[in-house]
């Protein structure tokens, strides 16, 4: 009887100590190198170029392998657009490749994401492998056509290096892709006619970071 009674207690002293695991609540530094991305449209191109890429974000332990986090991060870049082909403007012909925006390409994502992340092992573990994900909006600043609000998600994984202290560090790679509406598609149908069908166009920027975080539940 003795024997019930100890793993009783045991029970709940781990379902105590996992309770209070699963509860942390931890601040998130964030900072990367952010890799370039080409988007096609009709007539041009333009490129994302590589930068630094940095935020912060709130992280709560749902349970002792589980969290969601919402986050904030911003991409300060360059977003060069090219011409695909000659064309004739204004009396004069621009050749294939020219910029249109020399000189006026400054730019930035700034993504803000709801994420959910799955550690691997125990809490007891010094490194944790994880996988996660995210979704929310891109706000993408251009200097021509001001900002605009966009879906964006990403995708990571990485490990995560816990100390004896209330900080620990997180390496991951990440994927992050932001789409918005650039137009429109016509297509003919034989019943309708002409058909206009929105056209989208996507960033997907690969990308290394480091996360610095404090515990403050420890």
Wanted: glycine letters at 10%.
């Amino acid at each position: 009887m003795k024997k019930y009674h100890l793993l009783i207690v045991v029970f709940f002293l781990s379902l105590a100590m996992s309770a209070q695991s699963a509860q942390s609540f931890l601040l998130n530094l964030y900072g990367g190198y952010t890799f370039s991305d080409k988007v096609d449209f009709d007539s041009s191109y333009a490129r994302v170029e590589d930068g630094f890429e940095y935020g912060i974000g709130l992280e709560y332990f749902i349970m002792d392998n589980a969290s969601i986090e919402l986050k904030y991060n911003r991409l300060d870049t360059r977003m060069p657009l090219y011409t695909k082909a000659t064309f004739d403007h204004d009396g004069s012909t621009i050749p294939a490749g020219t910029q249109l925006n020399a000189g006026n390409d400054k730019g930035a994502i700034n993504y803000i994401l709801a994420d959910y992340t799955y550690y691997f092992g125990s809490s007891s573990q010094k490194a944790l492998p994880f996988l996660g994900a995210g979704a929310g909006v891109a706000i993408l600043e251009t200097p021509r056509s001001g900002s605009g609000t966009y879906f964006a998600w990403e995708i990571k994984a990485g490990v995560k290096v816990k100390t004896s202290s209330p900080l620990s560090v997180n390496l991951h790679a990440y994927l992050q892709s932001m789409s918005a509406a650039v137009g429109y598609d016509y297509y003919w149908d034989y019943y309708w006619g002409p058909v206009a069908v929105t056209d989208y166009a996507s960033t997907f920027q690969f990308g290394l970071g480091a996360v610095l975080s404090y515990d403050f539940s420890k």
